[in-house]
Every structure is written in structure tokens, then in C-alpha cells.
DNA sequence: ATAGCATTTAGAGTCTAGTCTAAGTCAATA
DNA sequence: TATTGACTTAGACTAGACTCTAAATGCTAT
């Protein structure tokens, strides 16, 4: 697959896909004789990983940091788990966070429809 | 209230709150007469709603614009509603986004501790 | 009244995560 | 064969949101 369908299928630039590929997020990506890259299956499953985290807000620098220890083999799986379960943990946190103000946003709308706004911002 | 007590109470830095200021997100701030920061009761309400809105992730582009409307009076009523409206429904999307990566991650985290992780990152 | 810490300003610097540019290579088409 | 358009690289640039610096002034305790 080349990196223009890549990029269309997850909905990204060209662009991000190779600097997530010089930051080792992914690859190095197999190119064909002429330098091309050549997107495998197994490329494409880590950018979808990689998105979907990214999308949760979770830093290049974390996932670099999973990736790495994938790459060092079975010996890092307690790591990578307990990795993963902090990523969990400030996920849920930023969840809660959101949820809340949302809660909030969704009051200062009602006092707008129902043309109850006090005076304040 | 100085600035490094509204910044203990809100758990933010001095520079934050002069640059919410500095962009228009605040104040101004009324000063003593030896020009030293007095935030008032008033300022405190829109520091929490203005760190509560961009602890979800709301821009400051966004906030100024809304509270800008706010300045010129009752007659940008609804357009304030609209604007929390469409913030409301990114809100809700970001937050689902996020619902379902974490979804993701507790099943990877799953497979990690019932050792079923297959070979892929 | 002098030390030592907080506050002020303007403006420069930092960090993250891309995004863009320039210069070059390649394959396919007019 | 010349052009067009996609791809390549290294490296510069950008946006957003702070964060820090320097130089000046102010407040408090000794």
C-alpha cells in the first residue's frame, strides 16, 4: 500500500506518516527498488493503534516508548503493561475532566435557552 | 486576592493568569496603587469557568471570542449560546473519541494479563 | 535602611506535534 | 523526449499555549 492510500485510509497527511516513521513510532517501512515505501498489513495495524491512541491524547513520547519495548522483546511485557494501565488511569482521569466541564457547558446552555443568565461571564 | 494566592487556589502559575489576562481572557485585573494585582470575586468566577472550558480542551481562540461576545452585551445572547452549543457537540465527540480508545486499551490490557497477547504491537 | 523576597513589564524562549519547502528521483503519458 | 505528477530526503517553519528572563519596583523583617 502506498503512503498516499495509507494516508487516506486513516485519514491522515503524508506528512504525519513519515514523521511517525523518523520518530520510530512505526517502521522503518519497506520500500521498493526505486525507494517507495510499501506499507505492509502488520505496518498498517501499528497506525492504527498508533491513531487511536494519538486521538485519546496520549504523547509520541509514550508511544515511542511502548514501541520500544515491543521491540525489545517478550522480556518487557510486565512493562508494557504497567505502561499501558497508567495510560489507562490518566485516560479516565481526562475523561472524568471533560465529562465534567461538559456537564457545565451543558448548564450555562440551559440557563441560555431558558433565559435565566445571571450576570456573569 | 493577589495573584499568587488565586494561583495556589486554582493550582496554575502567576504566568498563566497574566497571560489569560494579556490575551483578554481575564480582567483587566483591578490594581492597588502600588499597581500590584487585586483579582475580585468577579475574576475568580471567570478564572474557574475559563480553566474548567480549557481543562477540556476548549481553545483560547475560542474562549476569547466567547467572552468578547459577552463584553458587547446582552444583544450577542444567542450567538454566545450558539458558539457553547457547537463547542458542546465537539466536546461530546472528543469524548467519545477518547471512550473508545480506552476501550481499546483496557482489552489490550486484558490480553496482557491473561497472557493472550498475539505477536502484533 | 538594607536584605531578601514578591510583583511588575515587555519580550524572548520552549515544547509538542506536526506541516511545509526545496531539491531531487522516478514512472507514466502527450 | 519532454512534461507531469507522485514520491523521496533533510531540514526549516508553524501554531498553540504557555514559561522564562531581565530589569525595575514594592513589601516586610531585621
Known amino acids: 500500500?502506498?503512503?498516499k492510500e495509507v494516508a487516506e485510509k486513516f485519514n491522515m497527511t503524508n506528512d504525519t506518516l513519515r514523521y511517525y516513521e523518523k520518530v520510530g513510532l512505526i517502521g522503518p517501512v519497506k520500500k521498493n527498488s526505486s525507494g517507495i515505501r510499501d506499507y505492509s498489513d502488520n505496518d498498517l495495524r501499528?497506525?492504527?493503534f498508533i491513531k487511536c491512541m494519538r486521538s485519546a491524547g496520549i504523547s509520541i513520547?509514550?508511544?515511542?516508548k511502548y514501541v520500544?519495548?515491543?521491540e525489545k522483546g517478550d522480556s518487557t511485557k510486565?512493562?508494557?503493561q504497567h505502561l499501558l494501565e497508567e495510560e489507562q488511569e490518566k485516560l479516565e482521569?481526562?475523561?472524568k475532566t471533560m465529562t465534567d466541564a461538559l456537564d457545565k457547558l451543558k448548564?450555562?446552555?440551559e440557563l441560555y435557552k431558558t433565559?435565566?443568565?445571571d450576570k456573569y461571564l
Chains 1, 2 share one sequence.
Open 1 to 3: 500500500m502506498t503512503i
Open 46 to 48: 501499528r497506525i492504527e
Open 61 to 64: 513520547e509514550v508511544l515511542k
Open 68 to 70: 520500544d519495548l515491543y
Open 78 to 80: 510486565l512493562e508494557r
Open 93 to 95: 482521569e481526562k475523561i
Open 107 to 109: 448548564y450555562k446552555i
Open 115 to 117: 433565559d435565566k443568565l
